[in-house]
């Protein structure tokens, strides 16, 4: 037999409110730092290189997209309810936002959000000659001069060789750079193919060798070629669809500074769109007209729509999902909180009823 709660002298209000939904957009834009190698004029001369990276930069591209729903208070959906009955605490659940969950809930607990953390590398690349270089950067040249000795007769002019320090020029730098690359090449064709009169001992030293001298190569390549050292990063974008609108700009996609605001001009727009399947719009719902609000359990009847992201050349994402606001506001008489016997539950991103249990 269904119990009720005794009346109270005072009445109760607890105000609540039902969501709307918010689109989260997690964009994943990879950024590449461009360094130009100190010999790039001369990796077609002494390398055969044409693709090389000819000026320092910086460019981005949108590697992902991914679309999400939330729900979040829609203040113009504030509502109260003032009760006369003796309540418990658990009677009326809301989240910590003062989203409904639900009355006579038991033993329900909230689920919790866990949040990702990306970590980006840092940006200082550098390509230094210098660093594993195995040739001196100086040269010597000796130079006849005269000096004019005191003899006992006359002054005589002494040829003598003066050695002179010269910083080697830019070219010359970059033929032994290239010299050293061909030998790596050749020293690690000859381990491979086993040319030397000692090898090593097994093969994990030779794979540590081998990979050393690729190493090695590499670092005296991207002194002709220069380097590309890509990372990625994590951005997330709000949207709050409007009742009756179609949809409208996210974000930007800018290719020097990755995903900027809406109104940075300098990058490619970045739109959500979606249509309303309307499916709430033959629903006839109950009157409550003469009936008080604060009476009244209002919650929701979700819409629902095909949902897309696009950045003008083509669809990147595509969804079709409920959108609190797109459908209908709906409610039942307060009465039902004398009841002890049965619970009711609401999805709180949506504030549509998710079951009634007794």
Not at 78 to 85: A, L, N
């Amino acid at each position: 037999m269904a119990q009720k709660r005794r009346a109270m002298e005072t009445p109760s209000t607890v105000v609540y409110a039902l969501p709307q939904t918010v689109l989260k957009i997690d964009v994943v834009a990879e950024k590449t730092i461009l360094r130009r190698g100190p010999f790039a004029d001369y990796t077609e001369k002494y390398l055969g290189i044409t693709d090389m990276v000819n000026s320092d930069g910086v460019a981005w591209k949108l590697k992902s997209v991914q679309l999400d729903a939330v729900g979040e208070v829609d203040p113009e959906q504030y509502h109260k309810i003032t009760t006369s009955v003796n309540y418990e605490p658990g009677l009326i659940a809301l989240t910590p936002e003062g989203l409904i969950r639900g009355f006579n809930l038991q033993n329900t607990k909230e689920e919790k959000k866990t949040e990702n953390v990306f970590t980006v590398s840092g940006e200082d690349i550098d390509i230094q000659y210098g660093e594993f270089s195995i040739d001196p950067i100086l040269k010597y040249r000796e130079d006849t001069i005269y000096k004019v000795v005191e003899t006992d007769t006359a002054f005589v002019k002494v040829p003598v060789l003066e050695k002179q320090a010269i910083t080697k020029s830019l070219e010359e730098k970059a033929a032994e750079a290239a010299h050293q690359i061909f030998k790596l090449r050749k020293r690690r064709f000859k381990i491979l193919t086993a040319n030397f009169e000692v090898l090593p001992p097994d093969g994990k030293a030779y794979q540590i060798i081998v990979d050393e001298l690729a190493k090695l190569e590499q670092e005296y390549l991207s002194l002709f070629i220069g380097k590309k050292v890509s990372s990625r990063k994590c951005f997330q974008f709000s949207y709050t669809p409007k009742k009756g609108e179609k949809g409208g700009i996210v974000f930007r996609m800018s290719p020097k500074s990755g995903p900027v605001k809406v109104d940075d001009l300098a990058g490619r727009p970045i739109r959500v769109d979606f249509k309303n399947l309307n499916l709430t719009n033959e629903l006839v719902l109950l009157s409550s007209a003469g009936e008080q609000p604060q009476k009244q359990i209002y919650y929701r009847i979700p819409g629902m729509a095909d949902v897309t992201i696009s950045n003008g050349k083509g669809i990147l994402f595509s969804k079709r999902m409920g959108i609190a606001q797109f459908g209908k506001i709906a409610s039942m008489p307060a009465e039902v909180l004398l009841n002890e016997n049965y619970g009711i539950e609401f999805y709180p991103n949506l504030g549509s009823i998710k079951n009634i249990s007794k």
